[in-house]
């Protein structure tokens, strides 16, 4: 059992501080000097005994506990996946920052059963959340100044070896487009998918390789589709009408398996996703041109990731799935297209 001990200065290297450790400087501040939980360093003793320190209170641990520090560690290496960067700032905590660019992905109900043990503190960004590389995506610790060991290893089988946490990288690199409309096609009126689209994908590093703006029939909309697809592109968006009996949607539904017609999110509800194989085929409603932020821009980076995309992952999320139109927008740091328990 951990025990409390008083040791000369000189001889605390090494030693785990029981105490907060207070420096006075008169007439300017007052302060902690070193935390309690500090292991003490060799450079640490000039400045204990500069505060009048000769001998410092100190926690001494049995072989089956495990200092904070050394705890905190543990459990993040266990939670975290390969394109996570753990550094310690100090203070006890053990902080996780993304490798690469890419979508940060939480194994919610792992997390929850690791952190059923209640001295163990783990907090995320929240789940599909597209991030730069350098985002701080998880800070970790315990509460107490140490831990058992045998908790440590129950939290790595509640995580089932983990991890519960990781950045995905985005593996479709190209698409192609094809809008549909008549008036474009005739020049009455100009397209404004294209740009927007293009701006989009460049932001993932995706390359917009060619649009085919096609009539608003069948046929054509069919063999667009399917052009983009056998040169090869890994992605292909429809823009058009699609509703039920619009030809847009029509169109997709015969090339390619609907998983989704329809979102539980606003803007741009009517948003249908389909497959061909593993290509996905997205059809964009005209809605998307007149907000920012869509249905669309929350799936994009799940769908760049090769996720396939279902009906019940799209449930999830409706409760979070109504833009808010924020004067300032900040997504993806904001509660659209997160989710939650439904």
């Not at 698409?175 to 989009?200: C, M, Q």
């Not at 041109?289 to 999830?316: A, Y």
Request: charged share 30%; glycine share 10%; net charge negative.
């Amino acid at each position: 059992m951990a025990k409390i001990e008083w040791v000369k200065v000189e001889d605390s290297e090494g030693l785990i501080l029981a105490h907060d450790l207070t420096g006075i400087v008169p007439f300017k501040s007052k302060g902690a000097v070193l935390r309690k939980g500090h292991r003490i360093k060799k450079e640490d003793i000039p400045l204990l005994l500069k505060i009048g320190k000769e001998k410092v209170m100190i926690l001494s641990l049995d072989e089956n506990e495990i200092h904070e520090d050394d705890a905190a560690l543990f459990i993040a290496e266990k939670s975290t996946g390969e394109n996570i960067e753990l550094k310690k700032p100090g203070e006890a905590w053990i902080e996780g920052y993304s490798k690469i660019d890419g979508l940060f992905k939480v194994k919610a109900k792992l997390l929850k059963q690791g952190l059923t043990i209640e001295e163990i503190v783990i907090a995320t960004i929240p789940n599909n959340t597209p991030i730069k590389k350098g985002i701080r995506v998880t800070k970790i610790k315990i509460v107490p100044l140490f831990m058992e060991e045998e908790k440590l290893k129950r939290f790595e089988d509640l995580i089932l070896g983990g991890p519960v946490m990781d950045v995905i990288p985005y593996k479709i690199k190209t698409a192609g487009v094809v809008t549909v409309g008549n008036e474009i096609v005739s020049g009455r009126i100009k397209d404004a998918f294209g740009p927007l689209i293009r701006e989009k994908l460049e932001d993932y590093g995706v390359c917009m390789c060619e649009q085919l703006i096609v009539k608003d029939e069948i046929g054509e909309i069919e063999d667009a589709i399917l052009e983009e697809i056998s040169l090869g592109r890994e992605f292909v968006i429809v823009t058009g009408g699609m509703s039920p009996d619009d030809f847009t949607a029509r169109a997709i539904s015969d090339v390619g398996k609907v998983a989704v017609r329809g979102v539980p999110m606003s803007p741009a509800a009517m948003l249908t996703i389909a497959y061909r194989n593993d290509v996905p085929i997205v059809g964009i409603p005209g809605g998307a041109l007149t907000n920012r932020i869509t249905s669309f821009d929350v799936l994009l980076p799940r769908i760049l990731t090769g996720e396939k995309i279902t009906r019940e992952k799209v449930i999830e999320l409706a409760n979070g799935g109504l833009c808010m139109n924020c004067e300032n927008c900040d997504f993806p740091f904001c509660s659209f297209g997160k989710g939650g328990e439904l």
